[in-house]
């Protein structure tokens, strides 16, 4: 079974990239440059099984999208948080997310990350 993931980055490289080795490991790969856009995705689109999401976007932020995943998509929905060094301390501590990947990253490390998330969130 095909696993989707959902990149949201307004980094339009770092979203082809991702994209392109997630796609490699056999991912079905969706994008969005915003948060709008994933929101938009998520409530038009069958559910992605894991949503990649950059913290410091335009129009809204990382923070702001995940609670509103948390609050009106699915509370359960697996979300890593793709933050800069200097934006983690902007993580919002009473927003529950499954993981997070500090920028600058190496692809492997991201491919690690949610292949074990989906890993575990299937044995649940």
Known sequence: ???????????AGIRELLRFKLGKHDFEVATSSN???CLEYLDTEPLPDLVLLDIMMPYMDGNEVLDRIRDEVDVTLPVVLLTAAES???????????????KPFRMNEVVDCVQHVLDESASD
Do not use: W
């Open 35 to 37: 948060g709008r856009e």
């Open 88 to 102: 983690r301390a902007e993580i919002d501590d009473s927003i529950e997310v499954t993981d997070h990947i500090e």
């Open 1 to 11: 079974m095909t696993r989707t993931v959902l990149i949201v980055d307004d980094d």
